[in-house]
């Protein structure tokens, strides 16, 4: 895997987002527009030293929309996941975080991401003792050096808020929590269509109607993206096992294909 703290901008466009939209509009205001006009920025006296929390059920797209983010704004973007901080000899996970932040100023803008954020900020009295307070101790240390943090955007994510130290949620460090939930139905078919962006899909084939269907209740966007692939796979099959060689026909993911998929496919 990629050196700890290893940045680029990623290649997640909007457009790859489905639904989400008010999400979309906090993080243009607070982090996309700032990096893209900080003059004006800068003229209205907006302080936008300030972390962000994005909580709710996994694969609903944190990730991915922090990802989108720094696409958009053209900055830098660091993975860092919780726990990877934490198994590391005593002394390194402070470390390790100063590194981190350092890192993230050189390549400023940036927006530094900590997934399974709460790893690093379970209640200092509960479980992981010591080597835990010690680490946190030093997130808070860089969280609140605003001065030093300017360029850089911190975006946590967790899908266990409440285990989560209080003093990180102070506005200034993960201060602007943020909910990310499972897709309703329209905002499922949103998500298929944007995870059908770059396949071929049946010109009869009614996503947004699909979406609707009861079997994907309760589905978040990884499960979508697993149909995706499954009823993908199923359709290529199809191609490759066809003993026709006039090549009239048009190949395509069909809803058949999905209604097969969802057998195999649940929440
Ligand atoms: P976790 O809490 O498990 O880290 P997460 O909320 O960060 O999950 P992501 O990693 O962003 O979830 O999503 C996993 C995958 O599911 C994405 O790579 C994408 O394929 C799909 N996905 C999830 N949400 C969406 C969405 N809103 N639009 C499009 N695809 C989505």
Same mark, same amino acid.
């Given at each position: 895997s990629r050196r700890e703290g290893f940045s680029a901008i990623p &290649?997640?466009?909007?457009?790859?987002?489905?639904?989400l939209h008010l999400l979309r509009k906090e993080f243009d205001r607070y982090i996309v527009r700032c990096i893209k006009f900080p003059e004006a920025y800068g003229d209205f006296g907006l302080d936008l030293a300030t972390g962000f929390l994005l909580y709710g059920p996994?694969? %609903?797209g944190k990730t991915l929309i922090a990802k989108a983010v720094a696409n958009e704004a053209g900055a830098n973007f660091i993975h860092i996941k919780g726990p990877e901080l934490l @198994?590391?000899?005593?002394g390194e996970s402070e470390l390790a975080v100063r590194t981190i932040f350092s890192r993230a100023r050189t390549c400023s803008p940036c927006v530094l991401f900590f997934d399974e954020v709460d790893a690093l900020t379970?209640? !200092? +009295?509960?479980?992981?003792g010591w080597v835990v307070e010690r680490l946190l101790n030093q997130l808070l240390i860089e969280l609140d050096g605003s001065e030093q943090r300017r360029g850089v955007y911190v975006i946590g994510a967790t899908n !266990?808020? @409440?285990?989560?130290?209080?003093?990180?949620?102070?506005p200034g460090r993960f201060g602007k929590l943020m909910y990310v939930p499972l897709p309703s139905p329209d905002e499922r078919g949103m998500i298929l269509k944007a995870l059908a962006r770059n396949k071929p899909i049946d010109? &009869?084939?009614?996503l947004i109607a699909l979406a609707k269907? +009861? !079997? %994907?209740?309760?589905?978040s966007g990884a499960d979508l993206s697993a149909l995706m692939n499954e009823a993908a796979m199923i359709a290529l099959e199809d191609k490759l096992s066809s003993?026709?060689? +006039? &090549?009239s026909i048009q190949w395509a993911i069909k809803d058949a294909h999905f209604m097969s998929a969802l057998d195999k496919i649940s929440p």
């Open positions: &290649n997640v466009k909007w457009d790859d987002v489905g639904g996994p694969g %609903c @198994n590391k000899y005593v379970t209640e !200092r +009295s509960k479980e992981g !266990r808020p @409440n285990v989560m130290d209080k003093a990180v949620l102070r010109a &009869n084939l009614d269907d +009861s !079997r %994907c209740d309760k589905f003993t026709d060689t +006039s &090549n």
